[in-house]
């Protein structure tokens, strides 16, 4: 029976992200304006879902989907899935995706070009070093760039098995195994911490570039 396995704000999480990340991608060269404000909107999200990870619905939690090498080799194994939601190999491919994301905002807040354009926080920096974090921002991007084809693989293999994800990350609703606990949705203030934390980092970077600009 079709079950709520991805709630809303998950699923909110995952298109936006994914549409940002094309966006900043798009928008690095010709509109650096445009990329610093999608990659603060892209630290909100994230600072969202790291909340999430410890205090969202159950299969958005970290402690659900990380298990250690010989969760995932059993499952490599061909063993069950297990708990509903990412799988003990797509939970680290997450997680992987996760960190990446936030090293990638982190450098670029530090980050200057050739044109002495930089993020927000380059005042704390000198020159020669905003620029080496700038190389290091384009070098992260492309690791970043390799485990999205990853995933994007990955989520191809498993349709090319008949089974869908992508549904289940549109609708939210997928199949449960029997026997497994149906997963447990997260109350709604718990969300709204979630949402004001992600607005104040957006907020906070956002106050901290029209400073650095104002100089
Ligand atoms: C707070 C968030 C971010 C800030 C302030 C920021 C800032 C910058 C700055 C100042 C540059 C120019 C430096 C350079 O070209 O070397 C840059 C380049 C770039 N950024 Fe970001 N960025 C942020 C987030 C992101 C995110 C989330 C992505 C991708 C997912 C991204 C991808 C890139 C790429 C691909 C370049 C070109 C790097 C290169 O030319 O080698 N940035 N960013
Ligand atoms: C820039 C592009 C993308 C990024 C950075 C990205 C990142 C992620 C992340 C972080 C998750 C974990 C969701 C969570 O637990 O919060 C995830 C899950 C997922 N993504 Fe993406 N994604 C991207 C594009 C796509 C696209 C284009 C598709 C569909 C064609 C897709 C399909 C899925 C599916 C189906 C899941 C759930 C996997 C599962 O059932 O375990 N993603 N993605």
Redesign the pocket.
Request: no cysteine; proline share 2%; hydrophobic share 50%.
């Given at each position: 029976m079709p079950t709520l396995i991805w709630d809303l704000p998950t699923r909110l999480f995952h298109w936006l992200l994914a549409a940002?990340?094309a966006f900043?991608?798009w928008s690095?060269?010709a509109h650096?304006d445009w990329?610093?404000l999608?990659?603060?909107a892209?630290?909100g999200l994230l600072v969202f879902r790291l909340w999430w990870g410890v205090a969202g619905s159950s299969t958005a939690r970290f402690a659900g989907f990380l298990k250690g090498p010989a969760g995932v080799v059993a499952y490599l194994k061909g063993g069950a899935a297990g708990a509903p939601g990412h799988n003990p190999l797509g939970g680290w491919s997450v997680a992987a995706m996760l960190l990446v994301?936030v090293g990638?905002?982190?450098?670029?807040?530090f980050?200057?070009?050739?044109d002495f354009?930089?993020?927000?926080l380059?005042r704390y920096v000198d020159y020669d070093t905003g620029?080496a974090?700038?190389?290091w921002?384009?070098?992260l991007?492309?690791v970043?760039l390799g485990l999205i084809v990853l995933h994007l693989l990955a989520v191809g293999f498993y349709a090319a098995r008949r089974q869908n994800l992508i549904g289940p990350m549109i609708t939210g609703r997928g199949t449960v195994g029997e026997g497994a606990t149906p997963p447990v949705m997260a109350p709604l203030w718990r969300l709204l911490v979630g949402l004001t934390l992600g607005g104040a980092t957006f907020g906070i970077?956002y106050w901290l570039?029209s400073r650095a600009s104002a100089f």
């Open positions: 940002l990340v900043s991608w690095h060269e650096l990329h610093k999608s990659g603060f892209i630290a994301m990638q905002v982190a450098l670029g807040l980050a200057i070009n050739d354009e930089g993020g927000p380059t620029l974090i700038g190389e921002h384009g070098i991007f492309n970043l970077l570039e």
